[in-house]
């Protein structure tokens, strides 16, 4: 898809690596510092923003929030499957 649209595929795999990382690193103690301790916030949050590593680390910490940051990661795949073509469609005419 990168390629598609005129981006690098390789840029675009180690910046979606490094965004893994930073977000299995950061989302626990961040939203813990602003007051956040629901396990199903912090899966959420973690899901979409941490992908796959951020997962991974949050069912080594909790369960449930584990299984929600799975389900944010799959929701969110799919809204961005469904949207970002109409969202370059519409961009790309400027």
């Known amino acids: 898809m990168s390629y598609e649209i005129g981006g690098i595929p390789e840029l675009t795999a180690v910046a979606v ?7 299995a690193i950061v ?3 961040l939203l813990r510092l602003f007051g956040v301790t629901c ?3 912090i899966g959420l ?3 979409v923003a941490g992908h796959g590593i951020a997962t991974a680390r949050l069912l080594q ?3 449930t929030a584990g299984a929600f940051s799975g389900l944010a ?5 799919i809204a961005v499957g469904m949207l970002m073509p109409l969202a370059f ?3 790309g005419s400027f």
């Open 39 to 41: 396990p199903r916030a």
């Open 45 to 47: 949050a973690g899901g």
């Open 61 to 63: 910490i909790d369960e």
């Open 17 to 23: 690596i490094i965004t893994g990382i930073f977000g």
């Open 73 to 77: 990661m799959g929701l969110s795949a």
């Open 27 to 29: 989302t626990v103690p």
């Open 89 to 91: 469609e519409l961009l």
